[in-house]
């Protein structure tokens, strides 16, 4: 299994990042999926989910009508659409892969990539 994100960077505040997770070596269209970050002295913390077809979505609080979090099975491709962005989304965001349904938890996620950066800053 390889979960490897892009797409983070440096982004003012109000402005827009799009994530894309690509994922290999497992059948993605069977797993749900999830966006999770992590700041620095913070723990891991839960940002969306997706189930297995894109049908059903989960959002932490703090991203609802911010955040939008999608899939294409077609390309095994997980995305994360950040919008009006503000300098506390500052952390690595990585996906993960569930073992099976969505979840707020990590433990939950048995793959995880090696994190992209985002940075929200004037």
């Known amino acids: 299994v390889q979960l490897v994100e892009s797409g983070g960077g440096l982004a003012q505040p109000g402005g827009s990042l799009r994530l894309s997770c690509a994922a290999s070596?497992?059948?993605?269209?069977?797993?749900?999926m999830g966006w999770f970050r992590q700041a620095p002295g913070k723990e891991r913390e839960f940002v969306a989910a997706?189930?297995?077809?894109?049908?059903?979505?989960y959002y932490a609080d703090f991203v609802k009508g911010r955040f939008t979090i999608s899939r294409d099975n077609a390309k095994n491709t997980l995305s994360l659409q950040m919008n009006s962005l503000k300098p506390e989304d500052t952390a690595l965001y990585y996906c993960?892969?569930?073992?099976?349904?969505?979840?707020?938890?990590?433990?939950?996620?048995?793959?995880w990539g090696q994190g992209t950066q985002v940075t929200v800053s004037s």
């Open positions: 070596g497992f059948t993605f269209s069977s797993y749900a």
């Open positions: 997706i189930n297995w077809n894109g049908g059903s979505t």
């Open positions: 993960g892969k569930a073992t099976l349904n969505p979840s707020r938890a990590p433990p939950a996620y048995d793959y």
